[in-house]
Structures are given as structure tokens and as C-alpha cells.
């Protein structure tokens, strides 16, 4: 293996799994350890070796290891193979087409095997798109949910989407274009329409676009066709502001139909969100007297 791969700290006599981020577009972002570790590998595995040589072309280097497919379609399959590669002491480079490998790509099975059989793995970091679409959206990122992608059939892509609605986690989708509008408008549907989003079209590409507004806003847009590789980001929901003195008047109109306080103050508290305590303690405060006597 050449130097830049033993820079990083991972050589001896063990196989070694490393899973290699890959350009999602513009590939003058291949961090330098990538090449490194594609002309430094005993085995490369490739979601597609086409793509792979084109990459390789572009960056100007020439892999001399064994060069083998890994997709969805033989991933099961092959991961006993590529596994007993790193039993016998071999380095093994994953790469999916663009991105970081295991994140909604071929990977996870490859992984769990090497640490079941006790085999080190790493990562060269690099490019991703569900990074990349958060930082541009201008949504909140101190927490977010990574989707994945959204459901084909209407129906479990209408559940998928119920369950992140009252979620405060901005959500990350990768979507298909030609099902970008379906999705959209279910998630107008289930969210509000006024939930704002942003579609992010081509990611460091040449012709990158990102699409910033309320969902039902998006759909339009959506409507006249999108081209190209689509990230979607959705701000989560926000907390609805409580108005605690409209809760100590339900209360007060509930007991004075009849109900008992402390049953009335759980319901009413159940309702708005209130803490039970805060809210009875709010209720026996607007029944004491003021301090003027009245």
C-alpha cells in the first residue's frame, strides 16, 4: 500500500473496511485520502463499477486493485464474500455512487459483518447530500431526522410523513423527481401547507438549485416538472404557543357546570399541553382573593 494510506493510521496485518465518501457532484470535492485509498486497496467494492472507473478517470488515477460490484440487487449476497476478503488481512474500499456509503445506500450489511468478526472499520469523510441540503436550506440544523426515501405507494408515504408531523426535528427526504409533486402535496397535506421546506435540486452541480418556501408553495413550483438528483428538507413543528389564562377559564366554566376541579384541570391540561400542577396551582391563584379585598 502506498504512504498516504499509512499516514492515516490504519496499517498492520488485520483487513481493514473503509468506507469511502464519494463526490455527489462536483468532483473536485474528492477529499485527497480518497485517492489515496482507491489506488491503495486490495479490493474496491462499487455500487457501480462504470461510475466508478468514470470517477476514477476524472481524478486521474488508475486502481489496480480487484474491482467488484455491491448493490442492492447483490449486497446480500456478496457481503459473505467481501467479508471473508478482510478475514484473510485484505483492505476493502466501499463506495456507493456519490455520497457516503451505508447512508441510504449499500453498506450496513458489510459493516455489521466486519464488527461481528472483530474487523476494523473507517471512513474517509467527504461529501453528502443530506449535510449539504441542511446547511443551504435555512432551517434549523441543531436537530434533524434523516428520512431516507419516502415511501412509493400513496398510502405509506401519507403514514411515513404523519409520523414526523408533530416532530420539532427538521426532516431530511431524498425523493425520486418524477415523484417529487406526489410528495410535496402529501406532505402539505399532512404537515400544512404553510410548513416551510426547501427542494434542493442538483447539489454542486452546475446547474444547482434550491427552492426555499411553504410547502403548498413548493408544490406549485413542483407541478411544471423537476429534473435531476432531489434532496427535500422540512422544518419541524413548532410548539403552540399555550394560553394558560384561556385554560383557567375552561376550568372555571367546567366546575361551574357541574365538574369537579381536579378532574376538570386534567382534562383541561391533557387538552393544552399545560403541566397538570402549573395549571391547578394557576387555577387556585385566580381564586384567592386580590389584595385590595375584592
Known amino acids: 500500500m ?9 496499517g498492520g496485518t488485520g483487513g481493514v473496511l473503509v468506507l469511502a465518501a464519494t463526490p455527489i457532484g462536483d468532483t473536485a470535492d474528492a477529499p485527497p485520502r480518497l485517492l489515496a485509498e482507491l489506488t491503495g486497496a486490495d479490493v474496491v467494492a462499487a455500487e457501480d463499477t462504470r461510475r466508478l472507473q468514470r470517477l476514477a478517470d476524472r481524478l486521474g488515477i488508475r486502481i489496480t486493485a480487484r474491482v467488484v460490484s455491491y448493490f442492492e440487487g447483490n449486497e446480500a449476497a456478496r457481503t459473505d464474500e467481501l467479508a471473508e476478503q478482510l478475514r484473510q488481512g485484505r483492505r476493502v474500499v ?7 456509503p451505508s447512508v441510504s445506500d449499500p453498506g450496513y450489511r458489510l459493516v455489521r459483518a466486519a464488527i461481528d468478526d472483530d474487523v476494523r472499520v473507517t471512513a474517509v469523510p467527504g461529501p453528502s447530500a443530506v449535510l449539504t441540503a441542511l446547511a443551504v436550506s ?5 436537530r434533524f431526522s434523516f428520512e431516507g426515501f419516502a415511501p412509493r405507494k400513496a398510502g405509506e408515504r401519507a403514514r411515513r410523513l404523519a409520523e414526523v408531523a408533530d416532530d420539532p426535528r427538521t426532516s431530511v427526504w431524498f425523493e425520486a423527481p418524477h ?12 404537515l400544512g401547507g404553510d410548513r416551510e421546506a426547501a427542494v434542493c435540486r442538483e447539489l454542486t452541480k452546475t446547474y444547482e438549485e434550491v427552492r426555499r418556501g411553504p410547502l403548498a408553495q413548493l408544490v406549485a413550483w413542483a407541478a411544471d416538472g423537476v429534473r435531476g438528483e432531489v434532496t427535500v428538507v422540512i422544518a419541524g413543528a413548532t410548539a403552540v404557543a399555550v394560553d394558560e389564562a384561556a385554560a383557567v ?4 366554566a367546567r366546575v361551574a357546570a357541574g365538574e369537579r376541579t381536579k378532574p376538570a384541570v386534567a382534562a383541561v391540561a391533557e387538552a393544552t399541553g399545560i403541566a397538570k ?6 387555577v387556585l391563584a385566580d ?8
Open 2 to 10: 502506498n504512504g498516504a494510506v499509512d499516514e492515516v493510521g490504519v
Open 179 to 190: 415523484r417529487l409533486t406526489d410528495f410535496l402535496t402529501e406532505a402539505a397535506a399532512q
Open 138 to 142: 435555512g432551517l434549523p440544523v441543531d
Open 249 to 252: 377559564a375552561e376550568v372555571a
Open 287 to 294: 381564586r384567592r382573593p386580590t389584595t385590595d379585598g375584592k
Open 277 to 282: 400542577n402549573t395549571l391547578y396551582e394557576a
Open 94 to 100: 466501499l463506495v456507493t455512487d456519490a455520497g457516503m
